[in-house]
């Protein structure tokens, strides 16, 4: 790496580690898009590297979670909103445009009798979370719907409720007349259940 002391970098590589397919280099400042530049370059001219495999050097990733609020269910033809009608739809706005997904976004009805989804939506984001700062909050459009964009928690899947232990609603939601036992399905709560056997 000394090709990074011609550019004048503070930069200094600590350790270089081969890890399935990819090369792990770290080093002791987060490095700029100069270093980055260089590092390529290096990766490049070791020998027995195909020049054509060696993708851009990247900068470590975290996820960032997000739901968004405010989108009709079901779609004007009568058809339920689906993960790839938001990918698609979300594709086209300004707000996304430098937005990796992590996964495919999950569509939840917001409540039984509610005709609104929750978007849960994972995206790749910087250390830093610049790309998080750039969505909380923010409106968007979805055709005559103003949507939000708020920040969350890894998003929750489908809930088990800890009264009746089915899934499918939370338990302040559970409609079960008792507690029932996580073990064998009585009538009393776990910390009972030897109590009862």
């Known amino acids: 790496m000394s090709a990074l002391s011609t550019i004048k970098s503070t ?3 600590e350790f270089i580690h081969p890890l399935m397919g990819y090369i792990s280099i770290i080093t002791n400042n987060v490095p700029s898009s100069s270093d980055l530049t260089v590092i390529e370059q290096y990766i490049k001219f070791i020998k027995g590297i195909n020049t054509n495999e060696v993708s851009p050097p990247c900068l470590p990733q975290s996820k ?5 609020i405010g989108i009709p269910y079901t779609k004007p ?4 909103l689906t993960s790839d009608n938001i990918t698609n739809y979300i594709r086209h706005t300004d707000l996304f445009e430098s937005i990796s997904f992590s996964s495919k976004p999950r569509v939840i009805k917001a409540s039984p009798k509610s005709d609104m989804a929750i978007v849960w939506l994972d995206i790749w984001d910087s250390q830093n979370g610049s790309k998080a700062k750039s969505l909380i909050n923010h409106l968007f459009n979805y055709g005559c719907h103003i949507t939000t964009v708020r920040s969350t928690n890894m998003n929750p899947g ?12 939370s ?6 007349h008792s507690s029932k036992c ?3 399905g009585g009538p009393h709560k776990l910390e009972h259940h030897r109590d009862m056997a």
Do not use: L
């Open 64 to 68: 960032s979670y997000f739901k968004i």
């Open 11 to 13: 930069m200094h590589t």
């Open 182 to 184: 996580q073990k064998c």
């Open 158 to 169: 489908v809930p088990q409720c800890h009264n009746c232990w089915k899934w499918g609603h």
């Open 171 to 176: 338990t302040f939601s559970c409609r079960a």
């Open 77 to 80: 033809d009568g058809n339920k």
